[in-house]
């Protein structure tokens, strides 16, 4: 299946300025190894060290979260987008800036 | 219910001919009261659309100072606001949009001490301080309170919105059980940000408000709209109310505000591996001793061009582990970024990547080295 994946603004700094990234893949776990292969900055922002989604990300297939679906197990069609949604801040806080 | 004075009818006349506002829903608006949570990027259109809107009392929690680096999008506070409590500068400018508004000021940092007190004799909360803690902070105490929350975030050019209301939606720990670890997101400080993006959200959230208080159209409960203003894209992502949540799902764990900057780990006590740190004055004796370094320059290209110590090798942070054959571990290398933080996390990353060569962080970054060393370079 070809699968779009959207990365968000914030997490761009991993995968050299590129917005999108087209993999190969049948579920959305397969899509997030591929691309982290390919980036490997971005591992370990989007998984912890037991390899579980880390929590301040959600990943959407469509509009819907896969925390509703089946999580990286869900399986995507020809075209799917994923999207790749952490949090976000932009106000300065005590240690950060 | 207040009846509207004859100035009043013909001041929000724009709002009494629109049949989902109308008399009824004017004289709501003058009967509301509203919390903005900062006055900054976010808070400054907040402020002004609700005051133009007849919102009869708008409370503002800030303890800030404007600055100068504010202006470019706090557009409630002016050239000539620079140095004014930001709460001083907030009440001036709603009271010059519309006297009517009563502004309650409180100048303050909104804590897990004050936070329920301060909020709940209000009607709904606009969260504008965009960030961690703040954001759990007040949404907790929402929860707690039964209070609507009108989320709004921004970073570079994307923003977040949302309405989290627990009696009939998701909150925001639905959404994010838990933050990111410090550092791992940049600030606005170190990120940049285009200054219209805060305007629209605060905008989008301003609207929100209303809607909320007007109890009319339809608000975004359970949906997050994010946008995306360069390539000025708006998208819409379904919510759930998440049945776990461990402040509105069905077995709460956290039933009393926490200590949110230990939450979001500000507190973290140093269990890391210390990392060595050198000064900017240390630094360039060890250049004019001609001493051999590398200095590594962590910020993105376009930082880079304000300005960089002499010999720096450009590896932006989120290249290093792919690059870090590039670095010589037989000599010592200074990592180096604006002040000093994202430096640390970057020599953390280094060492979890393996490298072996000795590693040191330029204390508070360019910026000292701007301050102690080289004045010809612009602190930014």
Redesign the interface.
């Known amino acids: 299946m070809a699968i779009s994946i959207l990365i968000?603004?914030?997490l761009?700094?991993?995968?050299?300025d590129l917005?999108e990234v087209n993999v190969e893949a049948k579920t959305v776990r397969e899509a997030l190894d591929k691309l982290t292969e390919t980036y490997?900055?971005l591992q370990?922002?989007l998984f912890t060290d037991m390899n579980a989604l880390?929590?301040?990300v959600?990943i959407?297939v469509g509009?819907?979260?896969i925390?509703?679906k089946e999580g990286l197990a869900t399986t995507l069609g020809d075209n799917d987008t994923i999207?790749l949604?952490?949090?976000?801040?932009?106000?300065?806080?005590?240690?950060?800036? | 219910m207040s009846e509207l004075t004859k100035e009043e009818i013909t001041r929000y006349s724009r709002h009494l001919i629109l049949p989902e506002v109308g008399l009824e829903g004017q004289k709501k608006l003058k009967d509301s009261k509203v919390l903005l949570i900062g006055t900054g990027g976010l808070g400054a259109p907040l402020a002004m659309y609700l005051a133009a809107a007849g919102i009869g009392t708008i409370g503002i929690v800030d303890f800030d100072y404007v600055d100068e680096s504010n202006l470019q999008r706090q557009i409630i506070h002016g050239t000539r606001d620079v140095g004014r409590p930001k709460i001083a500068s907030a009440r001036d400018g709603i009271k010059s949009i519309n006297p009517k508004v009563n502004v309650i000021a409180f100048e303050t940092r909104l804590s897990s001490q004050n936070a329920l007190d301060i909020i709940k004799d209000f009607d709904v909360v606009a969260d504008g301080t965009d960030n961690f803690p703040t954001r759990y902070l007040v949404n907790d105490a929402c929860v707690f309170l039964g209070k609507p929350n009108v989320y709004g975030s921004v970073f570079r050019f994307e923003g977040q919105s949302s309405v989290f209301h627990a009696e009939k939606g998701a909150c925001y720990r639905c959404l994010y059980p838990e933050p990111p670890p410090p550092g791992l997101v940049p600030s606005c400080a170190e990120g940049g940000i285009i200054g219209v993006l805060p305007g629209i959200i605060g905008c989008i959230q301003a609207n929100e408000t209303i809607k909320l208080l007007l109890g009319k159209g339809e608000p975004l409960i359970n949906r997050l709209l994010l946008f995306d203003s360069w390539k000025m894209r708006f998208r819409e992502l379904k919510l759930s109310k998440d049945p776990n949540c461990p402040v509105c799902g069905k077995n709460p764990t956290i039933t009393k505000l926490i200590d949110y900057e230990e939450f979001c780990g500000l507190k973290k006590p140093e269990v890391d591996e210390p990392i060595e740190e050198i000064t900017a004055l240390e630094l360039k004796e060890r250049f004019d001793n001609n001493e051999r370094l590398q200095i590594i320059d962590i910020r993105e290209p376009h930082e880079l061009a304000i300005g960089k110590l002499p010999n720096t090798k450009a590896i932006p942070f989120g290249q290093l582990v792919r690059r870090q054959s590039e670095l010589d571990p037989a000599i010592d290398t200074v990592v180096v970024c604006k002040v000093g933080t994202r430096s640390k996390i970057a020599i953390r990353v280094l060492k979890e990547a393996g490298y072996q060569g000795p590693l040191y962080n330029l204390r508070d970054g360019i910026n000292s080295w701007a301050n102690d060393v080289d004045d010809t370079i612009a602190k930014y």
């Open positions: 968000p603004t914030a761009r700094q991993f995968t050299d917005s490997v900055d370990k922002h880390r929590s301040f959600n959407y509009e819907d979260d925390r509703q999207m949604v952490p949090s976000i801040a932009g106000g300065t806080t005590a240690v950060v800036g």
